[in-house]
C-alpha cells in the first residue's frame, strides 16, 4: 500500500502545466502582456505559450536574449526560448512550446520583448524547468 502511495506521490509532481495564453495589448505609451503573472513564464514539461494581438494592436515582434545580472558589463547574448523558428516580420499571433533544457541543466531562464511599434516595450522572463 505504501509503494502506491509514494507512486501517486511522484506522478502528482510530474504534472504538465498548462498552456500559457497572453494578449499583446497597448496602456498608455507602454506595450502590456495580459494573462497570467503579466507574461512572466515559469513552466515544466514545455508548455504551449500563445501571444495574440488585443484591442489597438496590429502586429508585434517577439524578441528574446538570455537572462542577465543588471550589474553584467557584457550585452546580453540572443537566444530563443521556443521550439518554433523566430518570425522573421511582425505577426498578429505565435504559439509555441518551449525548448526543453539541455541534459544536465536544470533550468533556462531567459529575458523576452513584445514590441510594437511606436510604444515602449514589454520585457518579462521566461524559466524553463526540466
Known amino acids: ?3 502506491k502511495k509514494k507512486a501517486a506521490r511522484k506522478k502528482a509532481g510530474k504534472r ?3 498552456p500559457f495564453a497572453f494578449t ?3 496602456e498608455g505609451t507602454k506595450v502590456v ?3 497570467k503573472n503579466d507574461g512572466n513564464i515559469r513552466g515544466r514539461n514545455q508548455p504551449l505559450v500563445s501571444f495574440v494581438a488585443g484591442a489597438g494592436v496590429d502586429k508585434f515582434r ?3 536574449t538570455e537572462f542577465v545580472d543588471n550589474d553584467c558589463p557584457d550585452p546580453p547574448t540572443r537566444a530563443w526560448p ?3 523558428s523566430k518570425p522573421i516580420f511582425a505577426v498578429s499571433s505565435f504559439s509555441s512550446t518551449l525548448v526543453k533544457p539541455e541534459k544536465g541543466a536544470s533550468l533556462l531562464i531567459f529575458k523576452y520583448t513584445i514590441s510594437v511599434a511606436g510604444y515602449s516595450p514589454a520585457d518579462p522572463i521566461i524559466i524553463v524547468e526540466k
Open 1 to 3: 500500500m505504501a509503494a
Open 16 to 18: 504538465p502545466v498548462p
Open 24 to 26: 499583446v495589448g497597448i
Open 33 to 35: 502582456v495580459k494573462g
Open 62 to 64: 517577439i524578441d528574446a
Open 82 to 84: 521556443f521550439r518554433k
